[in-house]
């Protein structure tokens, strides 16, 4: 049975595995707006298709957020905002646009999972938001681009 809470999910994973103290986050990806499509990002995370992501720097510094850093666990949540995995961040890098990689593009697990869908796809993303912000996106526009694995799942 699924826990019932993200920190009833964290507490069943240190049961299982020595953390050593470790301390967790929420997360989801996707617009919380949009229920479905965090859904549909959580499955296939948990489905092994996505373990990889792409955000742009601007969106830390903007809302003053931390970087995610390596070794990081988060608590992954549904469209329903409701838990149902632990995942476990093995890598993040500061990248300018242009340079994530295919082996990149290939891991976040959307459109045929090529690096030209995914630069097609991150431009139309990308794009707006930054422009909000009076930026523009470029080859050399600061990424942080993130690989993570599930380490415990509640079912």
Not at 18 to 28: C, F, H, K
Not at 68 to 95: A, F
Not at 110 to 122: A, E, F, S, V
Request: charged fraction near 25%; aromatic fraction near 10%.
């Amino acid at each position: 049975m699924p826990a019932q809470s993200a920190e009833q999910l964290w507490h069943a994973y240190n049961e299982s595995t020595d953390t050593n103290g470790a301390s967790y986050q929420t997360r989801w990806f996707g617009q919380q707006t949009l229920p479905s499509e965090v859904t549909a990002l959580a499955d296939a995370i948990l489905a092994g298709t996505k373990t990889a992501t792409t955000t742009p720097l601007d969106s830390y510094t903007r809302n003053k957020l931390p970087f995610t850093q390596v070794g990081d666990y988060n608590v992954l949540l549904n469209g329903d905002m409701k838990p149902g995995r632990d995942s476990e961040n093995g890598g993040v890098l500061l990248i300018p646009f242009y340079r994530i990689s295919a082996e990149h593009a290939y891991h976040e697990g959307d459109g045929d999972r090529t690096i030209g869908d995914w630069r097609k796809r991150k431009t139309a993303e990308f794009t707006p938001t930054l422009e909000e912000h009076g930026k523009n996106l470029s080859s050399d526009t600061p990424m942080v681009s993130e690989v993570f694995e599930v380490v415990y799942r509640a079912d």
